[in-house]
């Protein structure tokens, strides 16, 4: 309830400062501004150059390039007509109203993360059309050992607000890999870092790649000397040679190779039936969130969960897990009501 006595877990799943469009014209609190928002330096991550990238200042001819591992996104991992049976296979269960906007179906243990306790309680296995999907999964050298003991269905739509902000997902329980298949309509996966540790970029002389998306690095080139402008988009133009005297500071050429991690954030795109993997550090360094505006239209994300190595064959709870991991790939499981 709210300061007017008005439940909102009635009208939608907020809690405490979460909102969605459901009860933000009835709720008395609101959520606290963000900090140094206008200081965020956004990049863009290429699903195939497999680093972040902008440009600076709507340049077309610098850019800066950061590295960023972690991230694997598979394009077309299904194809439309699966992605139409999943989601009739889907529609079939009773939704549940979630925070911010969402609607949740969880198939997976009870779980206590602040006590670190969990119980099978009714938990009956992944749903069946996951085991096709796991197959598939394993055939990609990430994921050759991937195996999934909670599975998610998170539902996404803009006349709801939906959204998610920046978290961790829990390590104490959850392992090193969080996989999701996103149905119903491309999105964005928003990385964001509160560490103030310095972030490497590279500011680059480049044209448009041969991806068609993201610049790539001229290496024959010197910073210091002429940058190349592409006359267009598909770089089929001759190029012009500019000074790089000539340019105006408005095109905010950085003097430092260096930002602070927690003044940036990295959106990473996730197209209609691909299949997005975080580990390493995109799983443990930075926090990942789906912002209100990425949701343009009804987008459903099936997440499926390893065990950490506490629940390990090596684990001190092995036997815990070993019993999770039995019921989970029985695959006859019914959401959690």
Same mark, same amino acid.
């Given at each position: 309830?709210?300061?007017?006595?008005?439940?909102?877990?009635?009208?939608?799943?907020?809690?405490?400062?979460?909102?969605?469009?459901?009860?933000?014209?009835?709720?008395?609190?609101?959520?606290?501004?963000?900090?140094?928002?206008?200081?965020?330096?956004?990049?863009?991550?290429?699903?195939?150059?497999?680093?972040?990238?902008?440009?600076?200042?709507?340049?077309?001819?610098?850019?800066?390039?950061?590295?960023?591992?972690?991230?694997?996104?598979?394009?077309?991992?299904?194809?439309?007509?699966?992605?139409?049976?999943?989601?009739?296979?889907?529609?079939?269960?009773?939704?549940?109203?979630?925070?911010?906007?969402?609607?949740?179906?969880?198939?997976?243990?009870?779980?206590?993360?602040?006590?670190?306790?969990?119980?099978?309680?009714?938990?009956?296995?992944?749903?069946?059309?996951?085991?096709?999907?796991?197959?598939?999964?394993?055939?990609?050298?990430?994921?050759?050992?991937?195996?999934?003991?909670?599975?998610?269905?998170?539902?996404?739509?803009?006349?709801?607000? /939906? &959204?998610?902000?920046?978290?961790?997902?829990?390590?104490?329980?959850? +392992?090193?890999? #969080?996989?999701? @298949?996103? $149905?119903?309509?491309?999105?964005?996966?928003?990385?964001?870092?509160?560490?103030?540790?310095?972030?490497?970029?590279?500011?680059?002389?480049?044209?448009?790649?041969?991806?068609?998306?993201?610049?790539?690095?001229?290496?024959?080139?010197?910073?210091?000397?002429?940058?190349?402008?592409?006359?267009?988009?598909?770089?089929?133009?001759?190029?012009?040679?500019?000074?790089?005297?000539?340019?105006?500071?408005?095109?905010?050429?950085?003097?430092?190779?260096?930002?602070?991690?927690?003044?940036?954030?990295?959106?990473?795109?996730?197209?209609?039936?691909?299949?997005?993997?975080?580990?390493?550090?995109?799983?443990?360094?930075?926090?990942?969130?789906?912002?209100?505006?990425?949701?343009?239209?009804?987008?459903?994300?099936?997440?499926?969960?390893?065990? /950490? &190595?506490?629940?390990?064959?090596?684990?001190?709870?092995?036997?815990? +897990?070993?019993? #999770?991991?039995? @019921?989970? $790939?029985?695959?006859?499981?019914?959401?959690?009501?």
């Amino acid at each position: 309830m709210d300061g007017t006595g008005r439940d909102f877990a009635k009208i939608c799943g907020c809690k405490g400062i979460r909102t969605c469009l459901l009860c933000e014209g009835g709720r008395t609190m609101v959520k606290a501004p963000q900090e140094n928002v206008e200081s965020l330096v956004r990049y863009m991550y290429c699903n195939q150059c497999h680093k972040a990238w902008r440009q600076i200042g709507g340049s077309q001819c610098l850019t800066e390039e950061m590295d960023f591992p972690g991230v694997l996104v598979v394009e077309d991992f299904i194809t439309p007509e699966e992605e139409a049976d999943i989601v009739t296979v889907i529609e079939g269960t009773e939704w549940k109203m979630s925070q911010s906007g969402r609607k949740k179906q969880d198939f997976g243990p009870k779980v206590n993360f602040k006590k670190k306790k969990l119980k099978l309680g009714g938990f009956t296995g992944l749903p069946h059309f996951s085991a096709p999907l796991l197959d598939r999964m394993k055939s990609h050298d990430l994921l050759k050992d991937f195996t999934p003991v909670e599975q998610c269905h998170l539902d996404y739509d803009p006349s709801r607000g /939906s &959204a998610i902000d920046p978290h961790f997902d829990d390590f104490w329980l959850w +392992g090193e890999r #969080l996989v999701t @298949v996103n $149905l119903l309509a491309d999105s964005v996966l928003t990385m964001s870092c509160e560490e103030k540790d310095q972030v490497e970029v590279t500011i680059q002389q480049t044209s448009n790649c041969e991806h068609g998306k993201k610049p790539v690095t001229k290496p024959s080139l010197s910073l210091d000397s002429e940058i190349l402008v592409q006359s267009d988009e598909d770089g089929s133009q001759p190029t012009a040679v500019v000074d790089r005297q000539d340019m105006t500071s408005s095109q905010d050429v950085s003097d430092s190779n260096s930002r602070r991690y927690c003044d940036v954030e990295v959106a990473i795109p996730m197209p209609r039936r691909s299949l997005l993997v975080v580990h390493g550090n995109a799983r443990h360094k930075w926090m990942h969130a789906i912002h209100r505006e990425d949701i343009t239209s009804r987008r459903i994300a099936v997440t499926l969960r390893e065990l /950490s &190595a506490e629940f390990s064959a090596e684990g001190v709870q092995s036997q815990a +897990g070993k019993e #999770l991991i039995d @019921v989970a $790939l029985s695959f006859n499981g019914s959401a959690i009501s």
